[in-house]
């Protein structure tokens, strides 16, 4: 079992649409967490963190079980610009600060 | 603010060939991290210096070497490139604390030939 487990997509969605993204990790241990949007042949950026009691920033909204070990993104009003890839990512407890990255799941907005 | 650069961006290598990934940050960040990213695969975590003076193995060190010249730059080195071997490779550095994750380089696309 992978670590961490993504829906690979894609995830085809019109303009305006909302659209939820889900993963999973395998370490009930694990501390921190965060999406990361990688754009296609560019570099991973930091999207959000995730914390315990769920956050928002503008469109978008994280949350996390620990109970259950699943995360979520959820992106409101879909804009054209959304159309990345976007990774799930997590601290593994005892990993000095070493991410462990999902493979990512896929997503296109279409006019 | 520059933050992470990387060089070269892109290179092709002969079989048994050897390179030198360059990385440096102007974050002041304690850490810094190698990963290559292939297709299907996620990012895999190559080698990682928690801070000047120590390195550590990753998931997929082997065929690897690094060197964490001082604070603000940490080198991968390929001894005796293979196929096996291409891949995109991110550098990345992450400052105290990690709570807002890393930041990454962008990239070096490397195929062995």
């Known amino acids: 079992r992978k670590e961490v487990e993504q829906d690979p997509g894609p995830f085809n969605v019109p303009e305006g649409a909302t659209v939820a993204f889900n993963c999973t990790y395998s370490n009930s241990a694990s501390q921190s967490f965060f999406w990361y949007r990688q754009d296609c042949r560019k570099e991973p950026k930091l999207l959000m963190s995730?914390?315990?009691s769920g956050n928002e920033d503008g469109r978008f909204t994280a949350q996390l079980n620990r109970a259950s070990q699943y995360i979520s993104l959820l992106i409101r009003d879909s804009k054209l610009s959304d159309s990345a890839t976007y990774l799930c990512v997590v601290n593994m407890a005892g990993s000095a600060r070493q991410l462990t990255f999902g493979s990512g799941t896929q997503l296109t907005v279409l006019p | 603010n520059a933050g992470v650069t990387q060089t070269p961006k892109f290179q092709v290598l002969k079989t048994g060939q050897s390179m030198t990934l360059q990385c440096a940050q102007d974050m002041n960040h304690n850490s810094m991290y190698w990963y290559r990213q292939d297709p299907g695969m996620g990012l895999r975590l190559i080698y990682y210096s928690a801070s000047e003076g120590t390195t550590d193995k990753g998931e997929v060190p082997n065929g690897y070497n690094v060197s964490r010249l001082n604070k603000r730059e940490f080198s991968l080195r390929l001894e005796s490139a293979a196929p096996s071997q291409t891949s995109v490779y991110f550098c990345?550095?992450?400052?105290?604390?990690?709570?807002?994750?890393?930041?990454f380089g962008s990239g070096t696309r490397l195929t062995v030939v």
């Open positions: 995730v914390y315990s």
């Open positions: 990345a550095s992450s400052g105290p604390g990690n709570s807002y994750g890393y930041t």
